[in-house]
């Protein structure tokens, strides 16, 4: 079956230092890929999607990049956070025939 | 921006009907509507998905009106459990593949 993993689950950076939060999916192949952010209180705001190696499309511009260097491994990363960087990062991934859109547990980054 | 509209909270009884409406009247022919929820500091999980039948599976069912330019889920016997955020969303085209633009969601509170 299909498991997707994110690490760390869990961190807590200053401001202007760098972020990098992976994801990892298993299972399945030439997954279309996507990392949405979630500020406390809010709902889910897309910020990248990808559908193969090397190949991202940046949904808002922002302190953030990705990359996707392998099939299944997707990666968030900035190089000086900003305050406004804290909140909770998923990663999620999608087969197009069926379209469902599967999460992993999340990141919580709290930038002081 | 996201395509739908959805009442920002409902309370419901325990054991009775959930209905959870959506606008989406900007929907073209071939768009797929989508439901997800979220429970506290979770990723979101699938529910359901249709295009312009009515749908149903173990979790809920999916009724969307003949214009489709409105849908609403539906739980049967809410349970404490079903107790989240529930987002309704339009899978648009994006670059290559497609993309999922959450909305704000209901927060549904079910009421023992």
């Known amino acids: 079956s299909q498991t997707i993993h994110q690490w760390p689950a869990t961190l807590v950076q200053p401001v202007g230092s760098p972020l990098s939060l992976e994801c990892t999916v298993e299972?399945?192949?030439?997954?279309?890929l996507y990392w949405y952010r979630q500020a406390a209180g809010r709902g889910l705001q897309l910020l990248f999607y990808s559908v193969g190696i090397g190949q991202i499309s940046s949904e808002v511009p922002q302190n953030l990049s990705a990359s996707r260097p392998q099939d299944r491994q997707f990666i968030l990363s900035s190089k000086k956070l900003l305050l406004s960087d804290s909140g909770f990062y998923l990663c999620?991934?999608?087969?197009?025939?069926?379209?469902?859109?599967?999460f992993g547990e999340g990141s919580r980054l709290t930038v002081l | 921006d996201a395509k739908t509209t959805q009442p920002p909270s409902m309370d419901c009884a325990e054991g009775r009907a959930a209905n959870l409406p959506c606008n989406h009247s900007?929907?073209?022919?071939?768009?797929?509507v989508y439901w997800y929820r979220q429970i506290h500091s979770q990723g979101p999980q699938y529910i359901i998905h249709g295009l312009k039948n009515n749908e149903t599976n173990e979790m809920a069912s999916l009724i969307i009106t003949e214009d489709r330019k409105s849908s609403t889920l539906i739980l049967p016997h809410a349970t404490l459990r079903d107790t989240a955020v529930y987002y309704c969303?339009?899978?648009?085209?994006?670059?290559?593949?497609?993309?999922?633009?959450f909305g704000t969601g209901t927060r549904l509170k079910v009421l023992a």
């Open positions: 999620a991934w999608s087969v197009s025939h069926t379209g469902e859109l599967f």
């Open positions: 900007t929907i073209s022919g071939n768009e797929y």
């Open positions: 299972g399945t192949s030439n997954p279309n």
């Open positions: 969303i339009v899978r648009e085209e994006g670059s290559g593949t497609y993309k999922y633009i």
